[in-house]
């Protein structure tokens, strides 16, 4: 008896994985956008609430669950943005007829569906919505702190390559009212580097840091813009141009022939 009662839970285990992780087709997700319409779906993230921590520091549970959302948020938008393209194409050719206003105000309905993808993501995998969306944000700000993280750098190359040329000109200086203003200056340049120094980490780049063990910082920011782009691919490539610019400004910064 007890083998049998094994074998039952173990094949019921079996059927929940299968079930689980079965992939959500067009069809399904266009009939959970029918069977919770948006202002249910809005009311019932209201009633989630979310005390985040003061450090604004994310934890790695909070990344993984930002991450399998993100993707299930991918197809959410897929879906209601197909569906907005179509009716857009039956308003433009019913148009001003009866018809075509009904087409537009199911139009606004997709419009809905696909801003609100994120949260019925979260909803449908189990989350706190409102845990998530302070999650997202985040992780979106560490993003955004990456992408203009190579300009900041060429900066401080191209301040520490100047500091560089005035030390040159003071240690060869041979009048000594010209040796003591470039020391002055010098002085200047300590001081600025020491009032910008952190204290300690804050919390951007402790989440970039942290994020950056399951990706690239830089493809957050890519996925959330890729719900909008034209064409598939668009938004992952401005990100790498991005990366590639950043990396140029660094090495024209730091290149000691310039």
Same mark, same amino acid.
């Given at each position: ?17 299968? &079930?689980?992780? +079965? /992939? #959500?087709? =067009? ?8 069977? $919770? @319409? ?50 857009? &194409?039956?308003? +433009? /050719? #019913?148009? =001003? ?8 105000? $199911? @139009? ?55 500091? #560089? ?94």
């Amino acid at each position: 008896m007890k083998l049998s009662i094994r074998i039952v839970v173990l094949l019921i285990a079996a059927l929940s994985v299968v &079930a689980c992780g +079965k /992939e #959500k087709s =067009e069809k399904d997700i266009s009939a959970e956008f029918q069977k $919770k @319409g948006t202002r249910e779906l809005i009311e019932q993230a209201s009633k989630d609430s979310y005390d985040s921590p003061e450090d604004g520091r994310l934890t790695e549970s909070q990344i993984e669950m930002y991450l399998k959302v993100r993707e299930a948020e991918k197809k959410y938008a897929q879906v209601a943005r197909k569906e907005l393209e179509e009716r857009a &194409a039956k308003i +433009k /050719e #019913k148009g =001003e007829s009866v018809s075509g206003m009904i087409e537009a105000f $199911k @139009g606004l309905g997709s419009v809905a569906d696909f801003a609100t993808a994120d949260i019925r993501a979260a909803q449908e995998l189990g989350y706190n919505t409102a845990e998530y969306m302070w999650v997202k944000g985040q992780v979106l700000e560490a993003s955004a702190a990456a992408a203009t993280e190579g300009f900041r750098e060429a900066g401080n190359a191209s301040l520490n390559k100047m500091r #560089k040329q005035i030390q040159d000109q003071h240690d060869n200086a041979t009048d000594p009212v010209v040796k003591e203003q470039l020391g002055k200056l010098l002085e200047q340049y300590e001081q600025q580097a020491e009032s910008v120094e952190p204290e300690e980490e804050d919390s951007v780049t402790y989440n970039r840091k942290l994020l950056s063990k399951y990706e690239n910082v830089l493809n957050a920011l890519a996925q959330e813009w890729s719900k909008y782009e034209e064409n598939e691919g668009d938004a992952e490539e401005a990100m790498q141009n991005i990366e590639e610019q950043n990396k140029k400004a660094v090495a024209a910064a730091e290149d000691p022939g310039q």
